[in-house]
């Protein structure tokens, strides 16, 4: 029995619904990018979509913690290093790519050489202070 198209995931990838019809295009060249340690480039916001480019100098870490707001499409562009996801141990390469799904525990460990990746996810609300749950 032949699958339709549409439940193979559908049309090709395509950015184009996240733009206002007043935006033009976004290209930018992360080669220009130089600084180390963190986030050092995001999408502009104003669209559905958030991206992060996060250069961790080598051993680096991201500590461990949890978004319960959105899952998290992380694409490694250099580099190397591991990830940590709900316990379990994933080698990061200049190949990778990774879904850590909402609510998913997780750490990042650049290698020796360091690690550069994209941190891609639909936006999130504004942050907002909220009471501690009551123990």
């Known amino acids: 029995m032949s699958v339709p198209d549409h439940d193979q995931g559908g049309d090709p990838a395509c950015w184009a619904h996240l733009f206002e019809d007043d935006q033009p295009a976004l290209v930018a060249d992360l080669a220009d990018v130089d600084e180390v340690g963190g986030a050092v480039w995001s999408l502009p916001h104003g669209g559905d979509l958030d991206a992060n480019l996060v250069r961790l100098a080598p051993t680096a870490c991201i500590p461990e913690h949890v978004n319960r707001d959105v899952g998290v499409l992380l694409v490694v562009r250099a580099g190397g290093g591991e990830l940590v996801a709900d316990e379990t141990s994933h080698t990061l390469t200049d190949t990778t790519v990774a879904l850590v799904p909402r609510y998913a525990s997780r750490s990042i460990r ?9 941190s891609i996810h639909r936006r999130r609300e504004a942050m907002q202070i909220r009471d501690r749950p009551s123990r």
């Not at 650049?110 to 994209?118: E, K, N, S, T």
């Open 110 to 118: 650049a290698g020796d050489d360091g690690l550069d990746y994209l």
